[in-house]
């Protein structure tokens, strides 16, 4: 979702149950061990630094000094104005950067295919969830992605660009900007909820009771991070909590800011 966006007054949230993803058993490695690594962003502003701790991060676990970035506007679809601050603070840190806009009728899948799975990291940006899973759908991005996770690479991206990775995402894109679930990539077995700062956001700790999955709700300037099994979360230069929504526990709301190994896997 767009910042421009975020505050606009919401219905209720409404189901979405046209699919059901298939990936929540995790992609492993010919040995059994858990590939890559997923750090997902709750939002923030990446025009005054706000979130330069958590680019800082997922340059870092690239492993790279110099990392190439393939950055997916998909889910704002594929508008770039105003995303010159993610290209430059990913700059700012030595890497060089892509911008793959799916819905290019120039770029194939095979083309597609090619660049995601052979990048260090993918950025995705923030916008309308339900577009997003859809192209990444019909353009076959979404089985590049897996496949990209499976070779290690870093998976990222914030609001609806961090909701992707996950099994669900909580997002405004319903009919007159009301919030629904939207089956996602499925890498992490959980329902993910950005801007859960937000008092309209915050109306996912009632609609994820019921969900298929647990739930993490991640403020502005928060992020969690998944790596070899284990989960953490850190937050940028303004602060930010994540919260997790156990479903073995009648959906209760807990602070996994500090300790977020309750969701390991």
């Not at 750090?39 to 680019?55: Q, S």
């Not at 770039?80 to 993610?86: K, L, S």
């Not at 916008?127 to 897996?146: I, Q």
């Not at 993910?192 to 969900?211: D, K, L, M, N």
């Amino acid at each position: 979702m767009s910042a421009s966006s975020r505050f606009r007054p919401r219905a209720e949230a409404t189901p979405r149950n046209t699919r059901r993803t298939t990936a929540l058993m995790l992609p492993l490695s010919a040995d059994g061990g858990r590939m890559g690594t997923i750090i997902a962003l709750g939002g923030g502003r990446y025009d005054d630094g706000e979130v330069m701790p958590i680019f800082e991060r997922i340059v870092r676990e690239s492993g790279k000094e110099n990392p190439h970035v393939v950055f997916l506007p998909t889910a704002g679809h594929d508008d770039t104005e105003g995303d010159e601050p993610i290209w430059e603070s990913f700059e700012k840190l030595g890497c060089t950067v892509e911008t793959l806009k799916l819905t290019d009728p120039a770029n194939t899948r095979e083309h597609i295919y090619d660049t995601l799975v052979s990048t260090d990291i993918v950025y995705a940006g923030g916008g309308n969830l339900e577009f997003m899973m859809d192209t990444f759908k019909a353009t076959g991005a979404d089985e590049a992605l897996r496949e990209a996770y499976k070779r290690g690479k870093v998976l990222s991206g914030l609001s609806s660009g961090a909701m992707c990775w996950f099994d669900m995402g909580y997002d405004d894109c319903g009919e007159n900007g009301s919030f629904m679930f939207v089956d996602c990539i499925g890498l992490l077995p959980y329902c993910y909820c950005p801007h859960f700062i937000s008092e309209r956001w915050q109306s996912f700790g009632t609609a994820v009771i019921g969900c298929r999955v647990s739930g993490i709700g991640a403020e502005d300037g928060a992020a969690l991070i998944f790596k070899n099994g284990h989960f953490s979360a850190m937050c940028g230069n303004d602060g930010g909590s994540v919260f997790y929504f156990d479903k073995d526990n009648g959906f209760k709301k807990s602070d996994i800011t500090e300790d977020a190994s309750a969701l390991d896997i």
